[in-house]
Every structure is written in C-alpha cells, then in structure tokens.
C-alpha cells in the first residue's frame, strides 16, 4: 500500500478508537455517578444492594423498567404506591441520566 494512504489511514483508526475509548470512560463515569446515587439516595433500602428486590420491592435487574429510560425516569421522579416520588430529590432529578445508567448497565449485565 502506498505509505501516505496507510499514514492516513492509521490517523483516521487511530481518531476512532480514541473516540471510541472517549466514550467509554464518559459511560463507566456517568455509571460510578449513578451507583453513588443508588446508594446515598436510599434506593438499596427497599430494592436490595443488589438490584434483585425482594417479596415487597421489584427486582430492578429483571424489571422491563430498566431497560426504558423514560419508564424508568417516569416512576423514580413521579413515583408509584410505596415506590416514593424522587422529584423534589435534586440530586436525583439532576442526576437521573446517571442513575439510569448504572441500573441498567447492572440488568444488562444479569444472568438471563
Ligand atoms: C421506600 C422503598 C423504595 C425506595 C426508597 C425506592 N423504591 Fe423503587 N420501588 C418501590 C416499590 C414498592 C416499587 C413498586 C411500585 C409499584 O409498581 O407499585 C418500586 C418501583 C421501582 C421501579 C419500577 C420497577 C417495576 O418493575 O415496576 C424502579 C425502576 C425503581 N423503583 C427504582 C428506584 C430507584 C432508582 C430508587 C432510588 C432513587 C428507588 N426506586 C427507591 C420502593 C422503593
């Protein structure tokens, strides 16, 4: 191959993974976020520091739920029966992106 044509091309696949990584580490951050929400804001207390509910609370790794981010935005900030409304939780309006991240990269990752 013509050196300038593989020059280019090594720029061109090196700008894509670099890109590629960029992404990823936005991901892992915007999942470490939303685990510290999980935890701080109280939602293992009712749903399990594992995700999996118990007989009173949904599993949050099987639910369909988390597999929807406005079905999911929708029940945390507006809440549902015993499920309380987040909306007036700042750090939980503000950081539902985050949240929503890290609980469904956790379902994602569930055994089927
Ligand atoms: C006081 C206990 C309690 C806390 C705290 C709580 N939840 Fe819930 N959650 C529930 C209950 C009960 C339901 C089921 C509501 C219903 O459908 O009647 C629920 C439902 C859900 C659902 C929908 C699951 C489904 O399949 O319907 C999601 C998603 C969810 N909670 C996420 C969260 C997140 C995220 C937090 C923290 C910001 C949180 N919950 C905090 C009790 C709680």
Known sequence: M????????AIVAGAFLAGVAQSAL????A????????KRE???????GNLQGSAAFPNLLTSP???DKAAFSQIVLEGK???PSFKANEKVSKGIEELYAF???K?????K
């Open 65 to 67: 739920k988390t597999a």
């Open 103 to 105: 609980v469904s990269s």
């Open 31 to 38: 999942i470490a976020a939303g685990e510290k929400l999980y």
């Open 81 to 83: 029966g015993a499920m």
């Open 107 to 111: 379902r994602a990752a569930a055994p």
């Open 26 to 29: 936005a991901d892992e951050a």
């Open 42 to 48: 109280r939602c293992e207390t009712c749903h399990g």
């Open 2 to 9: 013509n050196k300038k044509i593989s020059l280019i091309g």
